[in-house]
Structure formats: C-alpha cells, structure tokens
C-alpha cells in the first residue's frame, strides 16, 4: 500500500498480536512480490490503495488470504475481504503478548541498488533502541505534524516518520504523491519533514532558477543575500558568535529572500531531516540560511537505520553528524565505515553466509560504505565501497560528492559518472530544462522543441560549460572528459532508481551502453546527442 493511516494500524496490529510484519513497496513487480511473499512464508496479505494494482496482483498467490483497505482497486475490494469486516470479527486483546526485545519485529527486504533482495532481520530490540537514541537527538515534539511521502516499506520513513511520531504523539499527515508534496507542505504546513536529497535538491534548483530569471536587481538582491546568509550559518552552526554588522545584515537578506522560502513551504517548518544518501554540504548550508535546518543522518535498513545524525546543538556541514547514543562507529583500514550497537539486525532471514559477510562475531557490521571521523567525532561519507571508480590509470574516484556538486547547479537536475576500469570519467547528465529553456529563449532560441535544443551545438557548449564551472575546484583525473546528455530524468519505473529515489548505477549503464560506448570511442571529443 501506499502511505496510509491503515498502513500504520496494521503495522501495530500485527505486532501487538504477536505477529512479524513484511512490508512490501507498493512499486514492485509480480516476480518480486511472489519471490518475497514465499521466502519470508507469509500467512496473509494487506493491500491497500495503489496505482497499478492489475499488474501487480498476479504476484499474489490465490491461495494467500488477503485483506483490503478502504480506498483500495476495487480489483482488490471484490477478491478480498474488507477492513470493516475485520474489525467486526476482531476480538480485544486480552493482553498482548510480552515480546522480549531479541524477539523478531519485522522483515525488511532490502530495495538494493544491486543484486537480489535480502530479508533484513529487525527486532523489537533494534528499533525501540533505535527510536529512543533519535529522540535524544532530535527535538520532536507532541505539538509537531509531519508530511510523510517517502514509502512505510522503507524502515527511514517507518520510523522516523511513524514510530518516532507515534512515541512522541505527534500528528502525521500522508501526501498524496511525491509529486504533490511542494503544494501539500503549503497546504497542510507541517513543522517536520523526512525526506532524501532530493526533495532539497529540487527545492535548491528551483529557488536558484527562479533568482537568476529576475531583473539584475533581484538576481544581485539574491547572490547578497544568499551570500550573507551562508556566512551567517557558518558561524552560528558552530555556535560562534555573530558579529553585529553581519547579523543586521542577515535579518535584512532574510526578509528579502529567504522568508518567501519559508513560506512556501508552509511557514511553520522547525526543520528538515534528511537521509537515504549524502546531501551536498552547499545544499544544507543554504536551507540552515533560510532557518530551515536539514539534520542529516546516516544508516542502513540493517541498523534500524539510524547511525548517526546531525542533531540539534550538534551538527556540522558536509557531515552526517556523530553516531547517536549507544551505537558506536570506526573505520576499517580499507576505509570502510563499521558500526555496532543494540541496533544492528540480528541477520538476513535464512541467509547463514550473507549474514557472516556483513556481521562479525563480536557485532561489527560492515556498512559497505567508505568515510573517515574527524577530530571531533563527526562522520563523512565518501562513497558507497562498490561505487568506487579506479580507472585504467589506477586512480579512485568518489563519484557522489562529485555528483552532488554537480547538481547544485541550476542547469542540472541528474547526474551519474562512471569510468570503473576506462582512461577516465564520463558523467551521464540530466538537464533542467526549464532553466536551459528560459536561457535558449533569451539567446534568441525560440519556438524549438527539447530535442531540438539538447541537438544543438551551442545549446549543449552552455551545459557542458556549466558543469564544468561547478567542478573547476576537482584534480584532473576527477574530471569527467565528456557528458552524454539525456533527454528525460531516471524514474522507477524504468528500474533506474531504487523506491527510496536511489540511483541504480549498473542500470543506468546498461540502458545507456551503447552511447556510453560511442563517447568513450570518440576519446576526449565532445559528443552531441
């Protein structure tokens, strides 16, 4: 199901009657759900609004007794029975079972931007220690309402965007799409929000797009303000002191600009969280700017997730802050972060070897991520291990930092570099077209469609000229020597990201091999497509 008050009481149910609860993403395919429904041995199956609903249902074993929420395919309402009649039939407890915390809560199969799903196995234990330590770090609050847009079926959204605000009594509020989240954080002005780089990218791009298509007098007013600002956050992050003439100014660039920020997005925000995948440190500097702050943290499904976070009181850009309490971190000597605590899994279900390849024996779990702690304690991600580029040369290459930086630039929505075993990095970029089209129509380019913009010379100079620009501070084997241009965004649907929005790399290659083969045997030569 998507997102949903139903979703939640379900989720509860089931524990509170003892049970062990499987999410699913409502994106999957048949093959997948019938893979997964059989390996964790599902005895039942809710179902609950959903678009699609016909292709997924023969994932669903005719035999599987199934439940339908209100709201779902009427497909699903005829085969099923209904919520009302459960609730009829539903006796009260007398008593809930006492779950002791090593005692399995849930199987989480892992979305993986490679290879097959996993079952991840959380307890009782892992998530209450997990909730707890969060809540120590963040200022949640009973008076708080949420937006929740990212999938339940991720153990991010579940539970920060439920458990932590179940535990704390906070309202919750479901949108009703991911696309409709700008409009619904005007609407409905929630004070917290969870979400992925992404939603923040966009928000960045677009208030950056929107500043450059102003007079030259609000484009000066903005890069003012957002300069000022920016100093501004540096020091107060730090805690430092503010000096007079520069806090005046702040207050003016904020009222300028930044409060028409804060009130698109509801007027109410106390702060964002972010999670799933590194966000660039230019980004959060900015939304700390505005007086939204981004409190990014870090983990896996495997540790329920949270590792660590930038909480209040305690953050510093470019980081995902320091581990939360009861959960230690160290690095490996290949560079590979390692974490242990109450809320790493107890292991993949009926996967014996993958669980030893990941978990030693005294509880070190190995991320399969790469960072370093500074002197302070603060963890930084560099890359995901697998997504390390050597190339032919011998020289590593952290692709997402550099990924990110480029999508801070307004002509850019997506990025992806590649180059693992080649002479050098090639960067496989989406534009923003709505900025790359405001820019063509003041050079003179009118009336021409996107194909015929993105085949133009001088059109693809400027995109090529700009990402450049954003990456001049990078060594020069960093460098990507040629971009493919591509004419529409990654999607899940495509299979090209994960649900929770994650690039599929080795999908993204192998959709577009044959125009990467092209690029790389034009050799350094810019390439129009």
Same mark, same amino acid.
């Given at each position: 199901?998507?997102?949903?008050?139903?979703?939640?009481?379900?989720?509860?149910?089931?524990?509170?009657?003892?049970?062990?609860?499987?999410?699913?993403?409502?994106?999957?395919?048949?093959?997948?759900?019938?893979?997964?429904?059989?390996?964790?041995?599902?005895?039942?199956?809710?179902?609950?609004?959903?678009?699609?609903?016909?292709?997924?249902?023969?994932?669903?074993?005719?035999?599987?007794?199934?439940?339908?929420?209100?709201?779902?395919?009427?497909?699903?309402?005829?085969?099923?029975?209904?919520? =009302?009649?459960?609730?009829?039939?539903?006796?009260?407890? #007398?008593?809930?079972?006492?779950?002791?915390?090593?005692?399995?809560?849930?199987?989480?199969?892992?979305?993986?931007?490679?290879?097959?799903?996993?079952?991840?196995?959380?307890?009782?234990?892992?998530?209450?220690?997990?909730?707890?330590?969060?809540? #120590?770090?963040?200022?949640?609050?009973?008076?708080?309402?949420?937006?929740?847009?990212?999938?339940?079926?991720?153990?991010?959204?579940?539970?920060?965007?439920?458990?932590?605000?179940?535990?704390?009594?906070?309202?919750?509020?479901?949108?009703?799409?991911?696309?409709?989240?700008?409009?619904?954080?005007?609407?409905?002005?929630?004070?917290?929000?969870?979400?992925?780089?992404?939603?923040?990218?966009?928000?960045?791009?677009?208030?950056?797009?929107?500043?450059?298509?102003?007079?030259?007098?609000?484009?000066?007013?903005?890069?003012?303000?957002?300069?000022?600002?920016?100093?501004?956050?540096?020091?107060?992050?730090?805690?430092?002191?503010?000096?007079?003439?520069?806090?005046?100014?702040?207050?003016?660039?904020?009222?300028?600009?930044?409060?028409?920020?804060?009130?698109?997005?509801?007027?109410?925000?106390?702060?964002?969280?972010?999670?799933?995948?590194?966000?660039?440190?230019?980004?959060?500097?900015?939304?700390?700017?505005?007086?939204?702050?981004?409190?990014?943290?870090?983990?896996?499904?495997?540790?329920?997730?949270?590792?660590?976070?930038?909480?209040?009181?305690?953050?510093?850009?470019?980081?995902?802050?320091?581990?939360?309490?009861?959960?230690?971190?160290?690095?490996?000597?290949?560079?590979?972060?390692?974490?242990?605590?109450?809320?790493?899994?107890?292991?993949?279900?009926?996967?014996?070897?993958?669980?030893?390849?990941?978990?030693?024996?005294?509880?070190?779990?190995?991320?399969? =991520?790469?960072?370093?702690?500074?002197?302070?304690?603060?963890?930084?991600?560099?890359?995901?291990?697998? =997504?390390?580029?050597?190339?032919?040369?011998?020289?590593?290459?952290?692709? #997402?930092?550099?990924?990110?930086?480029?999508?801070?630039?307004?002509?850019?929505?997506?990025?992806?570099?590649?180059?693992?075993?080649?002479?050098?990095?090639?960067?496989?970029?989406?534009?923003?077209?709505?900025?790359?089209?405001?820019?063509?129509?003041?050079?003179?380019?009118?009336?021409?469609?996107?194909?015929?913009? @993105?085949? =133009?010379?001088?059109?693809?100079?400027? @995109?090529?000229?700009?990402?450049?620009?954003?990456?001049?501070?990078?060594?020069?084997?960093?460098?990507?020597?040629?971009?493919?241009?591509?004419?529409?965004?990654?999607?899940?649907?495509?299979?090209?990201?994960?649900?929770?929005?994650?690039?599929?790399?080795?999908?993204?290659?192998?959709?577009? #091999?044959?125009?990467?083969?092209?690029?790389?045997?034009?050799?350094?030569?810019?390439?129009?497509?």
């Amino acid at each position: 199901s998507k997102n949903c008050a139903w979703w939640l009481m379900s989720d509860l149910a089931i524990w509170m009657a003892g049970h062990v609860a499987v999410p699913l993403y409502p994106t999957l395919a048949p093959d997948t759900i019938r893979q997964i429904l059989g390996h964790s041995g599902a005895k039942a199956c809710f179902v609950g609004k959903l678009d699609g609903w016909e292709g997924m249902q023969p994932g669903v074993p005719d035999g599987l007794p199934c439940f339908s929420y209100p709201l779902s395919p009427p497909d699903a309402i005829k085969r099923y029975e209904g919520w =009302d009649t459960i609730c009829a039939r539903i006796q009260p407890l #007398q008593g809930a079972p006492v779950r002791a915390a090593e005692d399995l809560a849930t199987l989480i199969y892992t979305s993986g931007t490679t290879g097959d799903p996993k079952g991840v196995m959380l307890t009782h234990g892992n998530i209450t220690s997990d909730v707890m330590a969060g809540l #120590q770090v963040l200022d949640l609050r009973q008076s708080d309402e949420c937006l929740s847009f990212l999938p339940l079926s991720h153990i991010f959204e579940r539970m920060a965007g439920h458990y932590c605000m179940t535990q704390q009594g906070a309202i919750i509020n479901y949108a009703t799409s991911i696309e409709s989240v700008p409009i619904e954080m005007g609407e409905l002005r929630p004070t917290v929000v969870c979400s992925v780089p992404r939603l923040y990218e966009k928000i960045y791009a677009r208030v950056l797009e929107n500043a450059m298509a102003g007079s030259p007098t609000k484009q000066k007013i903005f890069l003012w303000a957002k300069r000022i600002g920016e100093a501004w956050a540096e020091l107060a992050i730090e805690g430092k002191p503010i000096p007079a003439a520069l806090g005046f100014k702040y207050r003016i660039g904020h009222k300028l600009v930044f409060s028409k920020l804060v009130a698109r997005v509801g007027g109410r925000l106390r702060f964002f969280v972010s999670g799933g995948a590194p966000l660039a440190a230019d980004i959060a500097r900015f939304f700390y700017a505005a007086g939204l702050p981004i409190m990014e943290g870090y983990g896996l499904t495997e540790t329920s997730p949270v590792i660590t976070v930038n909480g209040f009181g305690r953050a510093r850009f470019g980081t995902v802050g320091k581990p939360v309490p009861g959960v230690e971190v160290k690095i490996a000597a290949d560079g590979e972060i390692l974490t242990r605590g109450p809320n790493v899994m107890k292991g993949y279900y009926n996967k014996p070897e993958a669980t030893a390849e990941v978990l030693s024996a005294d509880g070190w779990f190995s991320t399969g =991520d790469i960072g370093k702690l500074d002197a302070d304690g603060y963890l930084w991600i560099t890359d995901r291990k697998k =997504d390390i580029i050597v190339t032919a040369g011998g020289k590593n290459i952290a692709p #997402q930092p550099i990924e990110n930086l480029v999508k801070t630039n307004s002509f850019v929505l997506s990025a992806v570099m590649i180059g693992d075993k080649r002479k050098y990095p090639i960067m496989l970029v989406v534009p923003n077209m709505e900025t790359l089209r405001k820019w063509a129509e003041a050079e003179g380019m009118t009336g021409r469609t996107d194909a015929a913009l @993105l085949g =133009d010379i001088v059109v693809h100079n400027k @995109l090529t000229g700009e990402i450049k620009k954003t990456l001049r501070e990078l060594a020069q084997y960093e460098m990507p020597k040629n971009f493919l241009i591509l004419d529409r965004d990654f999607s899940i649907e495509a299979g090209e990201l994960t649900p929770t929005l994650k690039v599929k790399r080795r999908v993204v290659e192998k959709i577009h #091999q044959a125009r990467i083969e092209e690029l790389y045997a034009a050799g350094g030569v810019e390439t129009v497509y």
